[in-house]
């Protein structure tokens, strides 16, 4: 992999950016997979021999849940992060925990995304930034 494509994270002061994502979220469990409206551009399911959860936009919340949490906000680590790193959700994970702050991480092959219960998001981004992230 190029070495500018390793980066590709970091802004050019080498510091990692995180983006803030403008909906809110929901993280539910469903009966179905078939409950899920998968044509929406924005969604994550968790499939498991005890569940089927789902995390997404609060507006595409399936009518038929099991159980519900709404009243989540997420950021994720700005571009695609390269297997070889380590650390990199725990750190984010350790300012937060630090200062009270619960977490429910979601990640993809190519990044990873964290929610952050909404009265607690301003805090996390500011608290974030204040240990050196580059809030975008």
């Known amino acids: 992999m190029e070495k500018a494509e390793k980066q590709i994270n970091r802004n050019r002061n080498n510091v990692m950016q995180i983006k803030k994502l403008e909906f809110d979220f929901t993280v539910c ?7 899920i409206d ?5 969604f994550f399911i968790g499939k498991t021999d005890e569940e089927i959860s789902l995390v997404c936009p609060t507006e595409d919340t399936p009518s038929e849940t099991t159980e519900r949490e709404d009243g989540w906000q997420a950021f994720r680590i700005q571009g695609k992060l390269d297997f070889s790193l380590t650390g990199i959700l725990s750190k984010i994970a350790d300012v937060l925990a630090k200062n009270s ?11 990873d995304y964290i929610l952050v219960k909404k009265q607690d998001f301003d805090k996390a981004l500011s608290l974030l930034e204040n240990a ?4 975008i």
């Open 29 to 35: 469990k469903v009966l179905s997979p078939e409950n």
């Open 38 to 42: 998968t044509s929406k551009d924005f």
């Open 101 to 111: 702050i619960g977490i429910f991480a979601v990640s993809t092959y190519n990044t």
């Open 132 to 135: 050196g992230y580059n809030i």
